[in-house]
């Protein structure tokens, strides 16, 4: 049910996008509009999200570590799993953000004979370092089609994307990686039951809706294809305020769009600002110094603290005839 | 509403939002032209004298989109099958060859293949073993 429900959210997408483009004619509606709307919903939301996320207090330092805190001269420290200075946690983010760190230590939790066993799990991690390194090269891919004199170094990456020049228009090795992945990732929330129980629409849904981005990529650029020209000509428009809906594009160019338009728009309200959220981790991004550092709690409401001086002025006579000494007579 | 460590959230976002956003700013004042190609060399002039029309392998919208596979395919036809026939449409006789079919009648290079190919940052490896044809440089 939340499977096909998804499945059916992208497929009506998509038959939108069709309808609106083959049917309605709405070219405008579809290339210039909702990307516009699209974008900045994605930007405003994003801001918005981390702003949120920033306004939340975080008094004390957690110290969820793999390794040695910082401690005596003679105790070796492990300076990355367990930072206690600001390098160190950059390294720990850039392994958290680069490599999945903390997805690497992923374990499989089984009962065996009885016996209660843990085992490695790494097909999680490599499937999701697969599919997120695909997902950015080819985003950075992308820029060919947004800027008028492409950078080299978009050329290079897209060269080595396509080194091993198989057929015409060459073959992207990221697109087969990215495919390959998503199905992964679908898969296993599919046949792994506890993954399956937990799984929701909204883990479904991304899924179908990036499977039907890329799938439409790679339609467009191998089997059914577009007038490219067109496609950057209306790119170009877009990112340079003066909108042009070019001839004869092909109805593929634009189911590929509104998808990507639906994937910006829903970016900022779903489990997708993990990409924001990542580097607001609280338990990979702060130094373990609890013990060096003093951490105020921003919520501490002001005390009225009752001093002694305030107790002996209150109870001086009574102390003096209990015959308990004062600090003023 | 109070930013913790709102310094370093700030800064980040900015980076986020000037990469994710910098097509809107880098192509400023950066003339955009669409790519016209030229179809006016001495031989497809000659055709249209002899034939009364313009007329390549297959239609406009078809050579626009697969041109590449057609010379993928002329290319293993004639290097690992050995199969040079000429392809014969309404009488006029097309080389099926790179340097000798296409390029006899687009011999304008840079006005006709670097045109779009430059416009979308597309470098194919053809004239890595092909010799481009003479043209004025212009």
């Known amino acids: ?329 | 509403m109070k930013i913790y460590d709102g310094g370093k959230i700030l800064v980040g976002l900015i980076i986020f939002i000037a990469l994710f956003a910098s097509p809107f700013y880098l192509n400023m004042g950066k003339a955009v032209a669409k790519p016209e190609l030229k179809f006016d060399t001495p031989e497809i002039q000659q055709m249209e004298k002899e034939t009364g029309k313009k007329q390549c392998v297959e239609p406009k919208e078809f050579m626009r989109a697969e041109h590449m596979q057609i010379l993928n395919n002329w290319r293993d036809e004639v290097i690992r099958s050995g199969n040079r026939d000429e392809i014969v449409i309404l009488g006029h006789k097309y080389d099926k060859s790179l340097q000798n079919g296409c390029m006899k009648c687009h011999s304008n290079k840079k006005d006709f293949c670097d045109k779009c190919h430059n416009y979308m940052a597309v470098q194919p490896y053809c004239w890595r073993c092909h010799i481009a044809p003479k043209e004025k440089q212009s």
């Open chain 1, 1 to 329: 049910m939340r499977i096909l429900f998804s499945f059916f959210a992208v497929i009506a997408l998509a038959l939108i996008a069709y309808a609106g483009v083959k049917i309605a004619n709405l070219q405008f509606l579809f290339g210039v509009v909702i990307p516009y709307i699209a974008i900045a919903i994605f930007i405003l939301g994003f801001i918005y999200r981390v702003l949120k996320w920033g306004s939340s207090p975080v008094p004390f330092r957690i110290p969820t570590t793999c390794g040695q805190q910082e401690s005596l001269s003679w105790i070796k420290q492990n300076k990355i799993e367990n930072p206690s200075s600001a390098s160190g946690v950059v390294i720990r983010m850039a392994l958290e953000v680069l490599l999945f760190r903390s997805l690497f230590r992923n374990l499989k939790t089984q009962l065996k004979e009885g016996k209660l066993v843990y085992g490695e799990a790494k097909w999680l991690w490599l499937a999701g370092l697969a599919f997120h390194w695909s997902f950015l090269i080819i985003f950075v891919r992308h820029f060919r089609f947004f800027l008028q004199n492409t950078p080299s170094f978009i050329k290079t990456i897209e060269g080595l994307d396509s080194f091993l020049q198989v057929g015409v228009p060459l073959l992207y090795m990221t697109d087969i990686v990215l495919l390959g992945a998503v199905t992964y990732l679908f898969l296993r929330r599919v046949f792994i039951p506890q993954v399956n129980y937990i799984s929701l629409a909204a883990d479904y849904f991304p899924l179908f809706l990036i499977l039907g981005i890329a799938s439409s990529g790679v339609v467009m650029r191998y089997f059914y294809k577009v007038h490219i020209v067109g496609v950057k000509e209306l790119a170009m428009g877009l990112v340079t305020l003066s909108p042009v809906i070019p001839q004869g594009v092909g109805v593929m160019f634009y189911i590929h769009l509104f998808l990507i338009c639906t994937l910006l728009a829903y970016f900022p309200l779903s489990k997708l600002m993990h990409m924001g959220g990542v580097f607001l981790s609280p338990t990979r991004n702060m130094a373990n110094n609890s013990r060096r550092a003093r951490h105020i709690n921003p919520w501490n409401y002001p005390v009225h603290i009752h001093t002694y001086e305030e107790y002996e002025n209150d109870f001086r006579e009574k102390m003096k005839k209990a015959g308990i000494p004062v600090e003023k007579e």
